[in-house]
């Protein structure tokens, strides 16, 4: 299903990241991928076609949201276990942007910036000294609503290791257990092409935060089919500007 662009970048996704890979080569397959796949031209291609209602605009958007921080996720390619290409828009003013919590994720993955600026910073858990912070382990609920589930694990100790600056044409990927946290305040939009690479995918996350109690769920609202299809072509009218 889905026109040409569609189908090509299904058929990259499939041929680099389906087979059993050790996670540093999944790591490296996927930052080469995503370089390929976010370069403005092709990522441009790609989301004016499902803006046009090319690939699952039904399944893709009961996948894709708002996030709380602020920014806006959209699924652009579903590979089911294997993988996930999404489309990431951080928006200057709307939500609350800024640095979100602590975490790590489920499986490798790789971001290419597309346009805008990140920063990230990397962490590591020490015995003392660091950061102080409140651990949560996320989960997904298991109902069709699949909301995060939070549940308390202890206080904890997190030491900063590494701060970086990536801008438009950047790329990194990252094993699964990495703790990080990303944030952007540039005015202008930024735009990131992240990508879930599936394989061996972990049953929770580990959420760290010094900002206080979190709340036990935190509800996913996905978009209507039309709202995911006017976010694909708003993205698809920013990628031309």
């Known amino acids: 299903m889905g026109g040409r662009q569609v189908q090509a970048a299904r058929r990259?996704?499939?041929?680099?990241?389906?087979?059993?890979?050790?996670?540093h080569e999944r790591v490296l397959a996927a930052r080469t991928v995503i370089a390929e796949l976010g370069s403005p031209d092709r990522l441009l291609e790609l989301t004016a076609e499902l803006a046009s209602g090319e690939g699952d605009?039904?399944?893709?958007?009961?996948?894709?949201?708002?996030?709380?921080l602020g920014f806006d996720k959209l699924l652009l390619i579903d590979g089911g276990p294997h993988h996930m290409l999404r489309a990431h828009l951080w928006h200057a003013g709307r939500g609350a942007v800024g640095k979100e919590d602590i975490h790590n994720h489920r499986s490798p993955?790789?971001?290419y910036v597309v346009?805008?600026?990140?920063?990230?910073e990397l962490y590591a858990p020490v015995p003392d000294g660091g950061v102080?912070?409140?651990?949560?382990?996320?989960?997904?609920?298991?109902?069709?609503?699949?909301?995060?589930l939070l549940e308390p694990a202890g206080p904890s100790r997190l030491h900063l290791t590494h701060v970086a600056e990536y801008a438009a044409g950047s790329t990194y990927a990252l094993p699964a257990n990495t703790l990080h946290r990303a944030w952007t305040e540039t005015a202008e939009p930024t735009v990131t092409l992240?990508?879930?690479?599936?394989?061996?995918?972990?049953?929770?996350?580990?959420?760290?935060?010094?900002?206080?109690?979190?709340?036990?769920?935190?509800?996913?609202?996905?978009?209507?089919?039309?709202?995911?299809l006017s976010e694909l072509a708003a993205l698809a009218e920013l990628l031309r500007s």
């Open 109 to 111: 993955l790789a971001s």
């Open 115 to 120: 346009r805008g600026r990140l920063t990230m």
């Open 12 to 23: 990259l996704l499939a041929e680099a990241l389906d087979g059993e890979l050790p996670e």
């Open 57 to 68: 605009p039904e399944g893709c958007a009961r996948l894709s949201y708002r996030h709380v």
């Open 194 to 228: 992240f990508l879930e690479t599936g394989s061996g995918r972990r049953r929770h996350t580990d959420v760290f935060t010094a900002a206080g109690p979190h709340p036990g769920a935190v509800p996913k609202v996905p978009l209507r089919v039309e709202e995911y």
């Open 132 to 148: 102080e912070a409140d651990r949560y382990q996320e989960s997904l609920s298991p109902d069709e609503s699949a909301d995060w």
